[in-house]
């Protein structure tokens, strides 16, 4: 049975002004794995974070995280937190912010020293650490914002937006501690609209859109869902080869047949069928959806049911 670090049962957040930022959310993380929440500017990605840490009251919140009620304020000592935007006093040097965070979270001198070291080198600002805040570049006070978030050696880490200014070469760092947080054993909640960066670390995701679960699970199974799979052949089909393939919905084109499937093994009668009658093949190619695809997809079609349910209304 699969244990989750983070079971939402059902989670609300109507803001005093009106606007419902979630509208009743679901969703589960396992331990020890990595999960995205993707969706556009204004999905409630934020919302869902600070109000699962406490930062925020929800209207309505049934869950549990590492096995108590969301809410318990207990539980928040083994949980890490980088927020979106982070800022930290811009007089504090890049070490300081660190011992600051091992402060509140009540770590003792010694154990704090030797972690923020680590910390400092596993986020690669042990150079820097010693300046101030103000002298640091926006991808830097990432890195601090991050070491922080772990100082406290936390079960679960969530992080808004952690590669927000990151350049690309530092998001590649930033991809990689995120993957030696998980074979460390945590689990980590990664809020983003990188699509990209998210579908390479990501075990599951859900894609939020206007407070609402559009699309969730496992990356590799929503990614393979819908594949395409393309043969190349050479030469010339069997016209009895050429009805067949148009039987099983599959398009010709040029020197190529191409076939919507969910698994390879949908493609092996056409193997046989293309080998028994002697023709070459190519090349055998799987196109899967990139998890932008998807996304892009997902969050048109939820704007179109929206429109038509507010059709339906008028
Ligand atoms: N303090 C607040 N008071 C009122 N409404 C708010 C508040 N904070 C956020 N909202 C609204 O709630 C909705 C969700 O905002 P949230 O910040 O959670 O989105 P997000 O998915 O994190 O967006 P982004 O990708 O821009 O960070 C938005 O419509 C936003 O305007
Ligand atoms: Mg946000």
């Known amino acids: 049975m699969i244990e989750f670090a983070v079971n939402i049962e059902t989670l609300r957040k109507r803001y005093s002004n009106g606007v419902e930022a979630l509208a009743g959310v679901s969703l589960q993380v396992p331990y020890g794995s990595i999960f995205g929440l993707i969706g556009p500017n204004g999905a409630g990605k934020s919302t869902m974070v600070k109000s699962l840490l406490s930062i925020l009251r929800p209207t309505e919140c049934r869950g549990t995280m590492?096995?108590?009620?969301?809410?318990?304020?207990?539980?928040?000592?083994?949980?890490?937190?980088?927020?979106?935007?982070?800022?930290?006093?811009?007089?504090?040097?890049?070490?300081?912010?660190?011992?600051?965070?091992?402060?509140?979270?009540?770590?003792?001198?010694?154990?704090c020293r030797q972690r923020c070291e680590t910390l400092l080198e596993q986020v690669g600002m042990k150079e820097a650490a010693h300046r101030s805040i103000r002298t640091y570049s926006k991808g830097m006070k990432q890195r601090i914002g991050l070491a922080q978030a772990l100082i406290n050696d936390p079960v679960v880490v969530f992080l808004d937006e952690p590669t927000d200014g990151v350049d690309p070469e530092g998001r590649i760092d930033f991809k990689n501690m995120i993957i030696s947080?998980?074979?460390?054993?945590?689990?980590?909640?990664?809020?983003?609209?990188?699509?990209?960066?998210?579908?390479?670390?990501?075990?599951?995701?859900?894609?939020?859109?206007?407070?609402?679960?559009?699309?969730?699970?496992?990356?590799?199974?929503?990614?393979?869902?819908?594949?395409?799979?393309?043969?190349?052949?050479?030469?010339?089909?069997?016209?009895?080869?050429?009805?067949?393939?148009?039987?099983?919905?599959?398009?010709?084109?040029?020197?190529?047949?191409?076939?919507?499937?969910?698994?390879?093994?949908?493609?092996?009668?056409?193997?046989?069928?293309?080998?028994?009658?002697?023709?070459?093949?190519?090349?055998?190619?799987?196109?899967?959806?990139?998890?932008?695809?998807?996304?892009?997809?997902?969050?048109?079609?939820?704007?179109?049911?929206?429109?038509?349910?507010?059709?339906?209304?008028?």
């Open 66 to 111: 590492l096995g108590e009620p969301i809410g318990n304020k207990a539980i928040l000592a083994k949980v890490g937190y980088l927020p979106e935007h982070a800022s930290f006093p811009d007089y504090l040097t890049g070490r300081q912010v660190i011992e600051y965070a091992a402060g509140l979270a009540h770590q003792s001198r010694n154990a």
């Open 181 to 314: 947080m998980r074979e460390e054993g945590r689990t980590v909640f990664v809020n983003s609209h990188l699509l990209a960066e998210v579908e390479q670390v990501a075990d599951r995701v859900a894609i939020l859109s206007k407070g609402r679960i559009i699309q969730y699970g496992l990356v590799e199974e929503m990614t393979r869902r819908d594949a395409r799979y393309e043969i190349k052949f050479q030469g010339q089909l069997p016209v009895s080869l050429m009805t067949w393939c148009h039987e099983q919905q599959m398009t010709i084109e040029q020197d190529r047949i191409s076939y919507r499937a969910d698994s390879p093994a949908q493609m092996q009668p056409l193997i046989d069928r293309l080998r028994a009658a002697l023709v070459v093949i190519r090349e055998i190619k799987e196109e899967r959806f990139s998890l932008e695809e998807l996304f892009l997809q997902a969050v048109a079609q939820s704007r179109t049911e929206a429109s038509v349910i507010k059709g339906g209304k008028r």
